[in-house]
């Protein structure tokens, strides 16, 4: 009987991504840096869209990819806090108002 051990997913880091862009970018070809790194042309091809959708954003926390719905939960992060200081800045105008 054999155990079915679950293959371990390898992650790699923001930094190693870019730097295999990087190459890619300077006129090393995407095969050739795909065996060089031991990866899949897929994989590497994934990442250039990736860093090409979300220039900074890309690979964020732990070489993992920024998504949309990342950015969703980052822009209403920002609508909340928005809200907060528009709440503090009528009360404190109504402040104002009363005084004159």
């Known amino acids: 009987m ?3 051990k679950p293959s371990k997913r390898r992650t ?14 300077a006129g090393k ?3 050739q840096a795909a065996r060089e790194y031991q990866l899949s042309e897929t994989a590497i ?3 250039r869209q990736q860093l090409n959708r979300y220039k900074d954003k890309a690979f964020a926390g732990q070489g993992k ?3 949309d719905e990342a950015r969703l939960h980052e822009l209403e992060r920002m609508v909340g806090r928005l809200t907060m200081e528009n709440d ?7 402040t104002f ?3 004159v």
């Open 2 to 4: 054999s155990e079915n």
């Open 88 to 94: 503090f800045l009528k009360k404190l105008l109504k």
């Open 65 to 67: 990819a920024y998504t």
């Open 45 to 47: 091809y994934k990442w």
């Open 29 to 31: 070809s995407q095969a």
């Open 97 to 99: 108002q009363n005084e």
């Open 12 to 25: 790699y880091t923001r930094e190693f991504k870019i730097k295999v862009l990087g190459e890619i970018e």
